[in-house]
């Protein structure tokens, strides 16, 4: 079973809009990873976020962590048409080497 | 090198033939994972390798899987007698530590068919 999962499964939306995704997950956790994919190839590493942590920042990129709703989001600010991937959660339960992911959600910026 | 790297990126193989992927990840990495992803799916974890300890095989589907990494470096995720439903894209990523706190770098991946 997944550990994490993302919400929404796609998301549509307009250059200079704001995207938010969500991650839920099941089990306690050490971190929380986000990573982004394009066209089904190699994952990118966007940020992490320790179980310690609430809010990181990035550039364009906020992520928010919630232990005690077991949530993660992740916002991407003033969208380009270059956000256009998948972008998946990624959690390991405490004490495991073994990351999990999600089945991502699927955004699509328009120009 | 400057990243992992994933070999071959693609590959067409009949039903019944074994094939063999190459990861090379990036050096020093002590942590190497493969995952496959099927079309419009999430990452499946197949196999970890940590330094020279028991690889974690947890993942593998099926005992038609297998891989090895040698010298602590280089790994090939075997497949054999290959099916049709093995058809996805290997990922292959390797962090510098052990544990699960530090970025993983990807490969781009080998696309598997098998026809």
């Known amino acids: 079973s997944q550990q994490g999962e993302e919400d929404p499964q796609a998301l549509s939306i307009q250059e200079g809009e704001n995207a938010t995704m969500n991650c839920s997950y099941k089990?306690?956790?050490?971190?929380l990873q986000w990573y982004r994919q394009n066209s089904g190839r190699g994952l990118v590493h966007l940020i992490l976020i320790r179980s310690n942590e609430r809010e990181k920042h990035s550039g364009r990129l906020r992520v928010t962590l919630d232990t005690s709703k077991k949530s993660s989001s992740l916002l991407i600010t003033a969208s380009r048409a270059a956000d256009t991937a998948s972008y998946f959660c990624a959690t390991a339960i405490g004490g495991s080497y073994i990351p999990t992911f999600g089945r991502g959600t699927s955004l699509i910026v328009h120009p | 090198g400057a990243g992992v790297s994933q070999s071959p990126s693609n590959k067409v193989t009949e039903k019944g033939k074994d094939v063999e992927l190459r990861c090379d990840p990036i050096?020093?990495?002590?942590?190497l994972y493969w995952y496959r992803q099927s079309l419009g799916q999430g990452l499946e974890f197949l196999i970890y390798f940590q330094g020279n300890s028991a690889p974690d095989k947890s993942g593998l589907p099926s005992d038609r899987f297998s891989a090895e990494r040698t010298g602590g470096s280089v790994s090939t995720l075997t497949i054999q007698r290959t099916q049709q439903e093995d058809s996805a894209v290997y990922l292959c990523?390797?962090?510098?530590?052990?544990?699960?706190?530090?970025?993983?770098?990807f490969g781009q991946g080998t696309r598997l068919t098998v026809v």
């Open positions: 990523a390797s962090s510098p530590r052990p544990s699960w706190d530090t970025e993983a770098f």
């Open positions: 089990t306690s956790i050490n971190n």
């Open positions: 050096s020093g990495h002590t942590a």
